[in-house]
């Protein structure tokens, strides 16, 4: 087997390199009977001599020679791979690739990349904006956010935040229609919904800690709250969306919240990975970033 075949070539390396077999057990802390029997199965496998030995002195042949370069190169290989393994999990370095919803990712998570990279000059960042649910093995991500409620899986799932949501609509939109005061008024009213399916016509409320549900309807739908918020701020209708999305416009006053008292509870928003144990520290720390900062 390939794993035999190594460990014989670097029990031969210390051999040669110790000019005995004792001295290669001693360093190598198994017996001198181990050390002869690889070295005897290594000679059978290549069918070549690589050692002469007599009871007082042991000489590497022209091929044994040649082979111990090959061998000692395979272990500068690993002992290099595992320096470069042991900085990966010791200092930020290499490449985490981060998957998030597009307006979030473009909104919450891409404005914090600068700041970690400068911390950390050695780590790359990969960032994936995809409102579809990412398989995190396929596509080889690190870190996934997620808003929602998450599904059941093995995946480790770390809580970030919580997004409060909001309803809106334009000053010059509640002279012409009126500011509702009930969430079932919402239904007679041009509503802008993040899509046209049924389910995100949907708006959810709570009154008097009884869940209230209203179907909605207007003049435009998107599947991309920045493009419905130029429908908000044109006056088309009332919004329904998470408040960071337009807190700018409350701030201003171009848009105006509604119904604060019957708003359902925030949405949840997690980081998911693969794995809790032997994390890397480009893991560990990008993770600990976005917790600090989210």
């Known amino acids: 087997?390939?794993?035999?075949?190594?460990?014989?070539?670097?029990?031969?390396?210390?051999?040669?390199?110790?000019?005995?077999?004792?001295?290669a057990a001693r360093h190598l802390g198994i017996?001198?009977?181990?050390?002869?029997?690889?070295?005897?199965?290594?000679?059978?496998?290549?069918?070549?001599?690589?050692?002469?030995?007599?009871?007082?002195?042991?000489?590497?042949?022209?091929?044994?020679?040649?082979?111990?370069?090959?061998?000692?190169?395979?272990?500068n290989q690993a002992t290099a791979a595992e320096q470069h393994l042991g900085s990966l999990r010791d200092t930020p370095a290499g490449i985490i690739r981060i998957t998030a919803p597009v307006t979030f990712?473009?909104?919450?998570?891409?404005?914090?990349?600068p700041a970690i990279l400068?911390?950390?000059?050695?780590?790359?960042?990969?960032?994936?904006?995809?409102?579809k649910r990412v398989d995190l093995v396929?596509?080889?991500?690190?870190?996934?956010i997620r808003c929602g409620r998450l599904e059941s899986s093995s995946l480790i799932a770390k809580r970030l935040q919580d997004l409060p949501l909001v309803v809106v609509a334009s000053p010059d939109f509640l002279r012409r229609y009126g500011t509702p005061k009930h969430p079932s008024e919402l239904a007679k009213l041009p509503c802008l919904a993040h899509s046209s399916h049924a389910t995100d016509k949907l708006w959810h409320f709570v009154d008097q800690q009884q869940a209230v549900t209203v179907q909605?309807?207007?003049?435009m739908h998107a599947n991309n709250n920045l493009a419905l918020k130029h429908g908000l701020l044109a006056s088309l209708g009332i919004g329904y969306l998470p408040r960071y999305q337009v807190q700018n416009e409350l701030a201003?006053?171009?848009?105006?919240?509604?119904?604060?008292?019957?708003?359902?509870p925030a949405t949840p928003v997690h980081a998911v990975y693969r794995h809790r144990q032997h994390l890397s520290a480009a893991m560990r720390a990008t993770l600990d970033y976005l917790v600090a900062r989210l």
């Open 216 to 219: 909605v309807n207007g003049p």
């Open 105 to 113: 990712g473009s909104i919450q998570i891409a404005p914090l990349m």
């Open 31 to 75: 017996s001198k009977s181990a050390v002869s029997k690889a070295l005897l199965k290594l000679e059978q496998e290549l069918n070549l001599r690589l050692l002469q030995r007599t009871t007082r002195s042991m000489t590497v042949t022209i091929e044994g020679r040649a082979f111990y370069q090959y061998c000692r190169e395979m272990m």
């Open 138 to 144: 396929a596509q080889e991500i690190d870190i996934a």
């Open 252 to 264: 201003d006053g171009r848009l105006c919240e509604l119904l604060p008292e019957f708003l359902a």
């Open 118 to 131: 400068a911390r950390y000059p050695e780590l790359r960042i990969e960032l994936v904006l995809d409102d």
């Open 1 to 23: 087997m390939l794993f035999d075949r190594l460990t014989e070539m670097a029990i031969y390396a210390t051999i040669v390199e110790q000019q005995s077999f004792t001295a």
